[in-house]
């Protein structure tokens, strides 16, 4: 009998000590997590399938049949699109993204990637920028382009005249130190000052550099509205003798004058191809525009800055040919003769006039709403402090068009935002779940299929970004789950600080940040760099 107690006590002993061992060092997983039963769309544009997609650290390890015990943690899929995480080509988030690192706005949209540096416009120096990124965390990977306007201001000021060789020397050289830190590649604003002043030479000078180091050109063209095609053909020349790619940066046509010009602007896309320019573009899915008023203004009234305008708006007669020219813009560019399409958005030194339009600032100050009493306004707006302002000027048949090109990208063209602060383009908060929503479970103008590779190898393949854009075997686990029965936008004009519905879950690099719609607090973003 006390044989037997011993062999149940040794026996007990040992599966107490191999509890302990197995608590100590418990045995490893082939997943860290399983998506499991979702429709997989691998960002390739081919049909989607049915799989389990397994994720081993920061990067995806398989793709099939995978038992739920073998992973540490599961997200059951079924119903559920899987998708790689979505690429924003096209955003101004480069400084944003230091006040606010969790970028709420862009992961509740299923955006794992944005890229700065957009319009001309980027932080400097970018190597010193990227590292404090880096160094502080954020909750998506983050990667950059040089902006022309940065460095010709820096070296020239706000001067409206060529640069000297000597200027033109140190332009190169910040381009290359900005592009050897890490940027994708040149962008510039020329409809932006001291951008404007810039001759089609003088970029093409500083895209050679880029192109040295297999950086691309993205641009906001010279005009979106009136002279769209001369500024389309600009940029193709740029590219074509800077030997680089060119994308188009939120390609549209902003005048209700030259509404339907998109076709003859896709058709110079398409003949630039055949001659072996690589062209690419993207577009927000809106009708209207977002930016300074100071697009409203001649380039001559902004030289010098916004101390020689006050100063030039103090002199009646130069007053008035400034008026006119603004008369004019408000006519035959972004305000469709109505002042009404304008609002303003932003104005520090009268924050009751945000959120109204021109036509009701006007009415407020018992004038009529003509394009004459609008200049004014925006005339006045300039003189106490910058403004910013929503312009309705595009029409949904070239929207519809551009969106249907096959070389066509989604970029938000917006910025990170704090909830509930400020008045905002709706884009900053839909952009990506209005495309599948609206324009692909509504209105059927895309694939679902079509619309993933948009928002996802495309950009990637176009910035060279290694291992982002896809579901495949080693790419990093980059994801995004979304209910294709719900997704939609939710932001609107009188209420854009609004979160979109159906994304469920968003992974970057391997690690959960959206959760069942909710964000984590995680900070897995990485700065990517330029390589090779």
């Known amino acids: ?22 608590l100590l060092f418990p045995p490893t997983l082939p997943y860290d997590l399983a998506i499991i039963g979702g429709m997989v769309v691998d960002g390739t544009g081919n049909p989607w399938f049915r799989a389990d997609v397994g994720i081993k650290g920061e990067r995806i390890a398989y793709i099939g049949v995978i038992p739920a015990k073998e992973a540490s943690e599961v997200i059951r899929g079924k119903g559920l699109v899987v998708s790689p995480g979505f690429i924003d080509i096209h955003t101004h988030t480069d400084r944003g993204l230091l006040a606010n690192p969790l970028a709420e706005n862009y992961l509740y ?68 130190q900005g592009i050897t830190e890490g940027a994708l590649g040149l962008s510039t604003g020329l409809k932006y000052v001291p951008g404007a002043y810039a001759s089609t030479e003088e970029v093409i000078e500083l895209a050679k550099v880029a192109a040295r180091y297999h950086g691309i050109y ?16 600009e940029a193709i020349l740029i590219g074509e003798k800077g030997g680089l790619p060119v994308q188009i940066s939120h390609h549209k046509v902003v005048s209700a004058d030259l509404w339907g010009a998109s076709k003859e602007t896709l058709r110079l896309i398409e003949e630039a191809h055949s001659r072996g320019v690589e062209v690419t573009l993207d577009q927000y899915p809106y009708p209207a525009t977002s930016t300074g008023l100071t697009v409203l203004f001649p380039p001559w009234s902004l030289v010098g800055g916004s101390d020689e305008l006050k100063e030039r708006l103090s002199h009646p ?58 200049a004014e306004i925006v005339m006045d707006i300039q003189l106490k402090g910058e403004g910013s302002a ?4 595009l029409n949904d048949e070239d929207i519809e068009r551009i969106m249907r090109y096959r070389g066509g990208m989604v970029g938000s063209d917006g910025g990170i935002t704090i909830f509930g602060r400020g008045v905002v383009h709706p884009r900053n ?45 080693g790419a990093y686990a980059d994801i995004t789950i979304f209910d294709p029965q719900r997704v939609i936008d939710k932001a609107t004009w009188e209420n854009p600080h609004q979160y979109p519905e159906g994304i469920a879950y968003v992974i970057v690099n391997g690690k959960v940040v959206i959760s069942r719609g909710k964000h984590t607090g995680e900070l897995p973003g990485y700065v990517l760099r330029r390589r090779g």
Not at 1 to 22: D, H, N, S
Not at 161 to 169: I, Q, V
Not at 218 to 233: F, N, S, Y
Not at 320 to 341: F, L, P, T, W
Request: with cysteine.
């Open 109 to 176: 949209q299923g955006v794992t990637t944005v890229v700065g540096g957009n319009c001309g416009g980027s932080p400097y120096p970018i190597g010193e920028h990227l590292e404090k990124l880096r160094d502080e965390g954020i909750s998506l990977n983050f990667a950059t382009l040089v902006g022309h306007n940065t460095i010709r201001r820096k070296v020239m000021g706000m001067k409206d005249t060529p640069p000297t060789s000597e200027e033109l020397a140190e332009m190169k050289r910040l381009v290359k």
């Open 317 to 374: 007669e130069t007053r008035q040919r400034i008026k006119e020219a603004i008369v004019y813009n408000i006519v035959h560019d972004r305000g469709g003769s109505d002042i009404g399409n304008i609002t303003v958005t932003y104005f520090q030194a009268d924050r009751s006039l945000e959120g109204k339009n021109l036509a009701e600032i006007a009415r407020l100050r018992g004038w009529k709403p003509t394009p004459q009493n609008g």
């Open 1 to 22: 009998m006390k044989g037997i107690l011993r062999f149940f006590l040794a026996v007990a002993i040992i599966a107490l000590l191999l509890l302990g061992l197995y």
């Open 218 to 233: 993205a641009t906001h063209m010279r005009e979106e509205g009136l002279g769209v095609i001369e500024a389309l053909k």
């Open 429 to 473: 908060y839909g952009t990506f779940p209005r495309v599948l929503g609206y324009y692909v479970r509504e209105k059927g103008l895309l694939a679902l299929e079509d619309a993933i590779r948009k928002m996802t190898s495309l950009p990637a393949q176009t910035l060279r970004l290694v291992d982002r854009g896809g579901l495949r075997v």
């Open 390 to 393: 929503i312009y309705h000027c």
